[in-house]
């Protein structure tokens, strides 16, 4: 099954190279932040791109992938946490009412 | 060596065309809802039901995703609502430049909603903004009623 992280590495692999060949650069590490949300798997996503990369300006770029956890805010106490799925509730008052704030988009930080 | 701030929303190819089948869908002002759930749920089931049912009352137009096969779309077209198929040949999701390319596909001005069957998995299409209006999530309790609602 063809994975969406495919998707998200040749979308990477083209903004890498236009910006390396931009900066007449040879890319060798790419730093991503993404959010909870994005579905994206560290592992298939290095692996995807490590496939695609090979044989062009791209090959030897290593991928850093930072999460950024999902936020959101306790209707009850107002307070505003990290979402953890196995126990979705306020880390303050315990408060199962809240509301999920926007979730960090899948971002391309550096290069 | 020297590092470059980039700062770049990855998926923005997809997120620039799904804002471009919105603002069309907008202009025309036609609804556009995006059907998601695991395999066997019952999205097809309840979209056949749903075009039979309200056939009299609004025209509906079914984008139907699908890994390999048009089953589905069969049986939509058995409904007589045009239908357009979209093969992933194995990608695991829609995305918006294939709904571009089938709403061209569609009487679009003829209809009053448009339905996407997604591609069945609940993981990846919820990652894929299309340009539609909402989504509708098809949640299969047999398969467990222990999952997290999130």
Redesign the interface.
Known sequence: ????E???AQ??LV?ITD?AVK?N?KP?AAK?SCGK????NDEVLCFAFEAIAKDTLCQDVKLEIEHKPLQAKCKDCNQIFN?E??K?QCKKCESGDFE?LPDA??????? | MKKIKIEKKILSENQKCSIENKSLLAERNKLCLNMISSPGSGKTTILVRTITELKDRIKIGVIEGDIQTDIDAERIRATEAPVVQINTEGACHLSAVQISRALNKLPIDDLDLILIENVGNLVCPSAFELGEAGKIVVLSVAEGDDKPAT
């Not at chain 1, 099954?1 to 969406?4: C, D, Q, S, V």
């Not at chain 1, 949300?37 to 994206?40: F, Q, R, T």
């Open positions: 099954m063809l994975m969406h495919m998707m998200v979308n990477l903004q910006e900066q650069a060798v991503i949300l994005n579905a994206v979402v799925f196995s979705p999920l988009p899948l971002i391309l930080e550096e290069i």
